[in-house]
């Protein structure tokens, strides 16, 4: 009886808690918006664009915790060879020039830098789908690479053998890929595949490059969607989530459904390499760093394993770290000011440690045991 009454206790301070947190917010938001709204709203048109791209990276998170119950921390990090895969492929073999030199030369028009620039827009997406294309397909042939060397022989191993793995692997492909045979250590700028059409909504400024991360994103959700309820290999995949054992009785390949989920996760991490190169066109091999921390703190906070929470998730953790750049910033009693750039990242993980003292499962997660 007594501790019935200390967890109800603590119930209600929690969720009064949580009750004041989100009317403060609610405030906030009001005053933000009053004061300068044009400036509120930019803000959240830029938290749109990261938190889509975040989505793409949670997914994967999500799904491989799903299916293996592990934590793939490598995952920020072939992120960052699908930057990288598509940034050669444009500047190296102008990959995105490919349609429109193909239709020129079938019009018996030579392609010139000066005809390509004025090609139809058709051939300008057809151009960044295939650099897309190719990294996605890229990254897919890595992660199963990754988990058939790394993961695989762990596969019955303690699961803090399999967590320390995935941060070594993680380690060697940041390290690895900073030889100058491979990448090279230093910035690059990127080049985008297309060119960047800005509007202006009642000030706000909204461009061409957030209409295709939005529309890739809600495609590529769609059809992960599709493919995990309405296929045979996504109820193999669910089935080998479920229970392990029965799934291979069933007569279900089990490792070769690991690998394909892993495939899976890395050619949507893969996409969102492009995407996010597009957005913020500099790349290295550090990249993938703190948008793959990010993205795994909004799986998290959607719900480990739960896919629309990982969406829900990411656009969360996109608008918090939007507001706490355009809005947030914090006098020091010495004068000095940190900016809400300086801060953003301090903010993301302490939702992240707030979400596993309220509600370790996530805003979507639904409380489970553990399964083999």
């Not at 933000?32 to 803000?43: A, G, M, T």
């Not at 793939?72 to 060879?81: E, L, S, W």
């Not at 940034?87 to 028009?109: C, K, N």
Request: glycine letters at 10%.
């Amino acid at each position: 009886m007594k501790d019935t009454a200390i967890k109800l206790l603590l119930r209600t301070v929690i969720w009064s808690l949580i009750l004041i947190v989100v009317t403060v917010i609610i405030v906030t938001v009001a005053r933000l918006i009053q004061r300068n709204p044009v400036y509120f709203f930019q803000q959240v048109i830029n938290g749109l664009q990261l938190g889509f791209v975040y989505a793409l990276i949670a997914l994967g998170y999500t799904m491989v915790y799903g299916v293996v119950r592990l934590i793939n921390f490598a995952h920020g990090d072939v992120f960052m060879v699908g930057s990288f895969v598509s940034f050669y492929a444009i500047t190296r073999y102008q990959l995105h020039l490919w349609p429109a030199s193909i239709y020129y030369r079938i019009q018996g028009i030579i392609p010139t830098p000066e005809v390509l620039s004025q090609a139809p827009v058709w051939t300008t997406i057809l151009g960044t789908v295939l650099v897309m294309l190719l990294s996605m397909v890229t990254c897919g042939f890595l992660n199963i690479i990754i988990e058939r060397v790394a993961y695989k022989p762990l596969r019955n191993a303690p699961r803090i053998a399999a967590l320390i793995t995935a941060i070594g692997v993680s380690f060697f492909l940041e390290y690895f890929t900073a030889l100058g045979f491979v990448f090279g250590p230093d910035y690059y700028t990127y080049v985008r595949p297309m060119p960047v059409i800005a509007w202006n909504i009642g000030g706000v400024a909204v461009s061409n490059i957030l209409v295709v991360i939005i529309i890739s994103t809600i495609l590529l959700l769609v059809l992960l969607q599709y493919i995990v309820t309405r296929t045979k290999i996504g109820k193999a995949m669910r089935a080998s989530a479920f229970d392990k054992p029965t799934a291979r009785l069933m007569g279900i390949n089990v490792d070769m459904i690991i690998s394909f989920t892993f495939a899976l996760g890395a050619i949507f991490a893969g996409a969102a390499g492009v995407l996010y190169a597009i957005a913020y066109p500099q790349i290295i091999t550090f990249v993938g760093i703190r948008p793959g921390l990010k993205a795994f703190v909004a799986a998290v906070l959607g719900g480990i394993g739960n896919i629309p929470g990982a969406f829900v998730g990411s656009l969360i953790m996109g608008q918090a770290e939007a507001m706490t750049i355009g809005f947030f910033s914090v006098t020091l009693p010495g004068g000095e000011v940190l900016a809400g750039s300086t801060l953003r990242d301090a903010i993301v993980f302490a939702i992240l440690i707030l979400v596993f003292l309220t509600r370790p499962t996530g805003i979507l997660g639904r409380r489970e045991g553990e399964k083999a």
